[in-house]
């Protein structure tokens, strides 16, 4: 669901490529060191990014990870002992201990959380699954207090995050006050409405909220019911206040979740003076600073989280992000570069060093595995003994200098970037003032350069750490990657001197030996891999196990591995590799040549020639080909190498006679059946064609073709019956370009022809294309008689193969068929089928094979029938219904035509008369679909092809812009007109009987159609006075769902079409309904008796209000009660049961707020609309609910049907596992977040 979110960051912070990342990697790679940040990430096990964003606010929370360290083992246990019987050991926060201290000591790029998470009793599956920071943060304090009872820590999270909130509700009349405190560890905020965290906290605790009109409170002290004011303070502040941004609300008209993206500021520091209770002290005792955001990018079904964090101990290395790096001058970089040449360097400064060594070289680049060697002679001492300690090892110091260092030439050397931007990582160049006499030695570095000052952020995010600017915090105000918690610390909070970077402070003495253990254990991992990661293997081919054969080198041996393998370290020379071949392999002169196996043979591209060169250096990867020979002839011939002269291993067709076939066979045995010899042949790439023409021993007249693309020769082939291919002749000046310019590949076929070719009747030349047709192309057709149709098995069916060209006619084929089946005489077509073995229309007769599109070497199928002449179609019909539901006719009619014509053709075919008939084409789903309006049109005008399928359906068309309404008619209204209406379709339970069907134009009115309605047979007893007295609803399955509304209002407007059915409903009196007014049936309940009095119409009124106060107060007006008196449900009549219509908890606001969070019961999960039926209840004499007796036993036979249905499905199920057939994958249930704890009260 999540994609590429929760993917670990892999390899360097900066993409600098080091070298590496070309070798071929051994065993495990150990885990990478730290970044350039000193600060340790966490590993993302699949879906933990927001247990990782906590864990790191949590460790860069001072005062809660000194108070975590200060619970020795005599309190908390030990980890070894936790397996062990009778023992108590407290296992979150000792692995919470050892993770704290794992990434402040242990050298490496990120930590891993599975011993935590083991610890919380989460499973391997809780890792990939996706959970919400706010509620982890709730449930892992929970598990720390319940974790540390009964040690000095029992208080921690209480003492660091515990606030009190006092509620308060002051009596407008005489003055009381209520007041109840509310706990809390961190606060919720709203973001909907709100632009801003102080925003949200004065609607909080400044704002009141009024009860007053018919929302008022009930005082204690005066006994009834008065106006009131709820307020709410903070009472006790905490050193770390914590706010749970509400970014996720829920779309009821929607009915789905939504992420709030809007922008919603927040201050680095925030002084809570106005939103206390009491605010008489220090404006310090109230000021907070911010010192984490945790972000969450994504939707509100998934996502990915990350923290920005404030160094506060300056445990990190800050330093400006890339975005700064490049706005810094260049001038300083190249002032220095020039001044090293001139001057002395500085012994202590690697980056100079390295930059002298570069520039002074004549190419200003440097083989990466000869940079060590450079270092050694430029300062008398290796890089290892020199600077390894503080700058890691040559490469690490490369990658952390990528903007001022490069590899090029594959990764093989290094060089200075053309523009580099000034150092400012460790060890930059020292300020030099301009007014002293200083020495060029000034340009170097003693030390590394002081930490800007100011507040450090850094983006941990999972494994990954960055720095980042104040300024990037804002950019987290909106949007779908936003702010999500914020974590802010009082101000009074100081840290000790001691406690700046130092990571050790106050960590625990057995926890730092465990930190420099591992430590240890990593820098061993690290130089085995090293060690081991060097070593490549090489293939060696022999020059005595080969013979230059077409250009190209064959072994002799027909063995599948001629080659030997040699193991060697890449960081040695060509010339080590050299001295290991002499003594094991070779004798005599001795050439290095890397090489590649071809289809056409073994290639040589470069000889290696500087024996000083790291095989790295040269380019020489594992799996590599090497040559040994002695540079000039393999076996007497001459070789040629590089790149331009690839072997291009080509098929070599020709023609020949039969004797001369069978002699070819019989030497090579490449000879097909069609007269044509083909031979695999390897030439070099740069050889021109007209040299490949003489290699080949042909005449300079001699033609030479290519075989033409697998889609032209479709084209071509079509037309000669299957076995035909064209080739394209190369024109004269093509003689002089190579192979490589003429973009000839392996495999390509090349046809030589001498010119008396042409005179053979295999091969027609046409333009600049030859045509060769092969005796191999055996043309014939198997004609197969079928003499009822349809699919194959009829016992009858006979096959015979006819002999047949190209330009063969159909008839003649047929004609053939017919007196080798010895056939009745009878009318008869061929028809070709299609891939699933149906029957196409018959083919034209008077074309011939290539024309009609039959290939050669095909089935055609013999049936009874007509076959249709070149200016007629051939039509499938049906009569009223699809084929699928009808019988399926066929006919042939002209193609001129038009559709009133083939109609009557139709009706003719099938005896039936009269003129309510018209055609309909079927749709892409094989239904019956749209109606050809235009009588007078030609079918091919029409675009109807042969094969077509059409409908003979009943009924007039319509006129353009028509449409044909079926109308009901609702009996409960007019029950008198039962006994005169004749209708064929009844159904019992809406009460509606078919009254006919209207055709009107969609332009006209509501009004004009109910005027229509009243023309209908069935209707001419109906006594209505005007159209006004008539409702018509929109109805769905048999069910009415809306009432047409708007007298003036057209079809079109309302969205009617043919297919939608109406119901007629007669009215006592006139009715205009509104387009905000909904048409509710309502029923009173009968006080003490479960049933109800007669339904009653209720319009109600939505324009201003829809919500459940509104209709309360509509249905209280309706029958002469107090709104509060009044209680109301919806009915669902297909669950029977009752759905009660009540204000939500958000209707309890302030009036500024009520009118944005007014509840509508339009929307979910209400959704009013016509025809409903409400329950009422008058609750001063009425307290039974809503269900009848015939609802509860109907209810029972729901659960009767659903349990049988279930009984059935199960039954299926175990049936269809027991055949074998793969079950549909189950979504994945969504799991509660849960952290497990053991029992530590004693």
Known sequence: MFGNLFEEAEGGEDGFSSPSAYSAKVGDEPPAPRGRSKLCGIKNQGGTCYLNSLLQTLLFSPEFREELFSLGTEELGCLEDKDKTGTKVRVIPLELQRLFARLLLVDQQSASTADLTDSFGWNSSEGTNQHDVQELNRILFSALEHSLVGTSGSTLIHRLYHGTIVNSIVCKECGNVSQRQEDFLDLTVCVCGVSSLEAALWNMFVEEELFEGNNLYRCALCDRLVTAAKSAKLQNLPPFITMSLLRFSFDFAKCERYKETGRYSFPLSINLRPFCEQADGDDADYSYELFSVIIHKGGCYGGHYHVYIRDIDRLGHWEPPKDDNKRN??????QKVKDIHETELNENDPLGILMAIISQEPSKSVLFDQLGQKVME???????????????????????????????????????????????????????DPSTNACPDSVAVDGPKPEPEGDHWFDLNDSAVASIRVSDIEKQFQGKESAYMLFYRKTQLCRPSEALRCPEYKVPHHLIQMAETENIKLQQMRTEYDASNNSVELRLHLASSYRLINGALQPLSKEPNVAATLAFDRRKTIGDLRLAIYQELWEGDMALTVAKMLPAGLHLYN??????????SAGLRANCDLFVWNGREVCGAGVLTGAEWEPVLLTVVRPFGDQEGEEFEE???????????????????????????????????????????????????AGEGGGASGWRVFPPNDMQRTLKELLLKDGDALLVLEPQSLESSMFTLNGDVITVTTPSDCRWLQVEFRPHGGGGGDANERIVKVPAAGNMLLCDVKQRAIEELQLPDAQYCLRQVDSAGKLLPPVCEELSVRDAGVRLMSTVILCLGCAPQASQLFLHFSVGAAPSAGIEMDIIVKRTCTVKECLHAMLDAVGLEGTCWHLRRLDWCEEVGEALLDENAFLSALNINNGEMLVVAEGQLPPKGFVKLSMWLHLDATSKLTNKIHAEEHTAALQLTSVGQVEICMEASLEDLKTQVLTLPALQNMCVPAASFLRLWEMVGRTPTRILRGHQVTLRKLKLSSSTDLCIQQLLKEEDLGPKEILLNVKMGIPGERSYYSTEELIWDVSRDSSPRSLRTCVATRYGLSPDALLLAKQHPDKHVWEEIISSWNQQLSKKKKKKKTESLLGAPFHLKDGDVIGVKNLLIDNKDFYT????????????????RRKGEQADGDSYKAGGDEKTKSKKPEVALSINVGVFRW
């Not at 001058?329 to 190249?334: G, I, L, P, S």
């Not at 090892?393 to 970037?417: C, Y």
């Not at 021109?688 to 889609?711: D, I, M, N």
């Open 329 to 334: 001058t260049q001038t300083d970089v190249k």
């Open 607 to 616: 000889t290696l020639t500087d024996d000083n060169v790291s095989l790295y």
């Open 378 to 432: 430029k300062i008398g001492s290796s890089w290892s003994k020199s600077f390894r300690k503080n700058c890691g090892s040559i490469g690490k110091f490369l990658q952390s200098h990528n903007e001022v260092f490069m590899m090029v030439s594959n990764g093989t050397r290094v060089a200075l970037k053309a523009n580099p931007p000034s150092p400012i990582m460790s060890e930059p160049p020292a300020q030099v």
């Open 667 to 717: 030497a090579t045995g490449s000879v097909d059946s069609g007269g044509l010899k083909k031979e695999a042949r390897a030439f070099p790439g740069g050889v021109t064609l007209g040299e490949l023409r003489e290699a080949l021993g042909q005449p300079a007249e001699s033609l030479l073709c290519q075989e033409r693309s697998v889609a032209k020769v479709g084209e071509l082939g």
């Open 1189 to 1204: 007796q015939e609802d509860e036993q109907a209810q029972q036979r729901l659960r009767e049907q659903t349990e049988q």
